[in-house]
């Protein structure tokens, strides 16, 4: 194990090589094979982790298990269900992540692409020891205890294929009302030059490529935070995915003192599909970088689109440092189209009296999925997360997020709110606020609403304190319910018919969300969006 861990390998692999038997020439060649990622370079060492070896195994072989997970070569053959499954616990890596995360790095590595520099080959060495030591997520997981993921270890999944540059894409239209966003273009997780618009930017400012930064210290600077997070969300598994087939990576850079007011617009889009029973899907891997310095300022939407119909599955990161005294505003919109997959993954480290805003809704895609994870990393820090999720036939929706306060005089307010339209809907809300021993004088409030309007419509909502300081002011709730009586007959007794006071009473509920994003054109069209997607799901008048 010493000589596997000198020669580069993961010390998690080493530790599971520690408790097998092998023979001498596969050890060597986990040491001397490094052409590809530490991860793989260790298969051969292992070969019946793979599901084809497990399943049409020819040679005969027997586990043994006990306090040590030893795993010896014996003359059983492995066939039996029991057998496998005891030996997938006993080796403890998941054969079903192992083959998708070789699948995906078998796609970054045979493309000539200038981005896979020291950086990234470091964070997917670093997410490929996460996955080593993760399981796929089950409802015996509390974290997804309401997300039922298992079909998906059902379905053929495949990494997409980098875009043509000449593909005609409708992209979503311009967030200020001048029309000069910066804008950066994911197309299947790969930064569009000719689709992206990031020339006029302030002096000191970076956005585009990590294969662009061409400043030494910047460089150096930004790319020393690339796959940090991963200290903080090591258990996310979607995290670990997207940063073992990450193609590219997007920069945002502002410096020291910059109030950068023109909003940068990302938007990631997806136009490549599986098969249209949603047996097989296409992943992609998007990931940005953000990176506010001291007193800065940064606006910045992150929107994700794709073509209606199509079976995709966008697994994303977003990792945002803030610096002392800076702001960000942040807006995220879902909007996929029906039969996609979206799992998303944001990272915020807040640094002592910087500001963190962030507005968010989602409509789309068959099972969305939000990990939200913001570290507090100073005093005075100041937090506000808004989230408004609609949910309607065969749609799930769910949010995780956790904020973490570390340091006093922390100040944090959460409100989220969920419909669910049709009574095969689903939305789940799981927030966690941990108040730790030195955040004293923190005031913390997290509140969650619900509105169900169909019968058998389901929502899961558990937001949660954990308080371990003794000087703090916090508090949460959550409410449940249809629309009230006494509202409605307010609208009808000034002559509204029941069918518009519905309309504009449920619309009113996320309008209280919807409003806080920052540019009008944006909000008048997320406002438009959400009246089609009511109208379309239930008795709603889109006039409203």
């Known amino acids: 194990a010493d000589d596997i861990v000198r020669g580069g390998a993961p010390r998690a692999m080493a530790s599971v090589i520690c408790g097998m038997v092998l023979p001498s020439a596969s050890v060597k060649a986990a040491i001397f094979s490094r052409h590809r990622s530490c991860l793989w370079s260790l298969q051969p060492c292992l070969p019946f982790l793979t599901p084809p070896n497990i399943q049409n195994h020819q040679k005969n072989a027997s586990h043994r298990i006990g306090k040590s997970h030893a795993v010896g070569i014996s003359d059983t053959y492995l066939t039996d269900t029991s057998l496998q499954d005891q030996l997938r616990s006993a080796v403890g890596p998941d054969l079903f992540l ?160 910059l109030k950068l007011e023109t909003p940068v617009h990302v938007v990631y889009y997806s136009s490549q599909s599986g098969d249209e029973n949603g047996q097989t899907y296409v992943i992609s891997c998007p990931r940005l970088l953000v990176n506010v310095g001291k007193r800065a300022q940064l606006h910045i939407i992150e929107e994700f689109v794709g073509l209606s119909g199509k079976v995709y599955w966008s697994n994303s990161a977003l990792e945002l440092w803030i610096s002392e005294d800076g702001e960000v505003s942040h807006n995220y919109i879902q909007c996929h189209g029906r039969q996609a997959i979206h799992t998303k993954q944001t990272f915020v480290a807040q640094s002592e009296a910087s500001s963190y805003k962030l507005v968010e809704a989602g409509v789309g895609g068959s099972l969305s ?52 339209i049709h009574s095969s809907g689903h939305c789940v809300f799981d927030g966690n606020v941990k108040v730790n021993r030195y955040a004293q004088q923190t005031d913390a409030g997290q509140l969650s609403r619900s509105l169900l309007l169909a019968p058998r419509a389901t929502v899961n909502v558990k937001p949660n304190l954990q308080i371990i300081a003794d000087d703090v002011k916090c508090s949460h709730g959550a409410t449940i319910s249809d629309l009230e009586e006494e509202q409605l007959f307010y609208f009808r007794a000034r002559g509204i018919d029941p069918q518009t006071a519905r309309s504009a009473l449920v619309f009113s509920f996320v309008a209280e969300v919807l409003e806080k994003l920052q540019y009008k054109n944006l909000r008048t069209r997320i406002e438009n969006l959400v009246k089609v997607f009511l109208a379309a799901e239930g008795d709603f008048h889109s006039s409203i």
């Open 98 to 257: 192992l083959d998708l995360a070789e699948k995906l790095e078998e796609s970054v590595f045979s493309q000539d692409d200038t981005c896979a520099t020291a950086a990234l080959t470091r964070l997917r060495e670093q997410s490929a020891e996460n996955l080593v030591r993760s399981r796929w997520p089950t409802p015996k997981l509390e974290a997804y205890r309401f997300t039922d993921l298992r079909f998906l270890k059902k379905s053929k999944i495949k990494p997409s294929l980098p875009a043509s540059e000449e593909l005609s894409i409708d992209l979503p239209g311009s967030v200020s009302t001048e029309g000069k966003d910066i804008r950066l273009v994911f197309v299947d997780g790969v930064l569009s030059n000719s689709l992206s618009n990031f020339n006029e930017l302030p002096h000191g400012a970076f956005v585009g490529s990590i294969s662009n930064l061409s400043d030494d210290k910047l460089r150096d600077q930004i790319l020393s935070k690339l796959g940090c997070s991963l200290q903080w969300t090591s258990d996310d598994v979607f995290c670990s995915l997207n940063g073992v087939g990450v193609q590219d990576v997007g920069i945002v850079f502002v410096p020291d003192g």
């Open 369 to 420: 999925r939000h990990n939200l994870h913001v570290e507090q990393l100073g005093a005075e820090t100041f937090t506000e997360i808004s989230s408004s999720l609609l949910a309607g036939q065969n749609q799930i929706q769910d949010l995780h997020s956790r904020f973490i306060l570390n340091h006093p005089r922390g100040y944090g307010r959460q409100l989220h709110k969920c419909i669910v």
